[in-house]
């Protein structure tokens, strides 16, 4: 699924770059994860229990645990 790719990029550069990663943007990583918190509420609508779905919730928990990482380390 292009979203799970494009997530696990995400966190992949956040891993390798810190929280510098975010100037690349337009938003920061509170309206990046619900963007994408958005767009797997929709998946798991339409799709249900579909690999995909789990595939793209799975990057997104992922994303979210870098980024609650970042956030307890200030």
């Known amino acids: 699924m292009h979203g799970a790719l494009t997530i696990?990029?995400?966190?992949?550069?956040?891993?390798?770059?810190?929280?510098?990663?975010?100037?690349r943007f337009n938003s920061g990583p509170a309206s990046?994860?619900?963007?994408?918190?958005?767009?797997?509420?929709?998946?798991?609508?339409?799709?249900?229990?579909?690999?995909?779905?789990?595939?793209?919730?799975d990057a997104l928990d992922d994303l979210a645990l870098v980024v609650d990482g970042y956030r307890s380390e200030r």
Do not use: N, Q
């Open 8 to 23: 696990s990029s995400l966190t992949s550069d956040l891993r390798r770059e810190g929280p510098e990663v975010w100037a």
């Open 32 to 57: 990046s994860l619900w963007y994408y918190r958005s767009i797997a509420a929709l998946a798991r609508e339409r799709l249900g229990d579909h690999p995909l779905v789990a595939e793209l919730e």
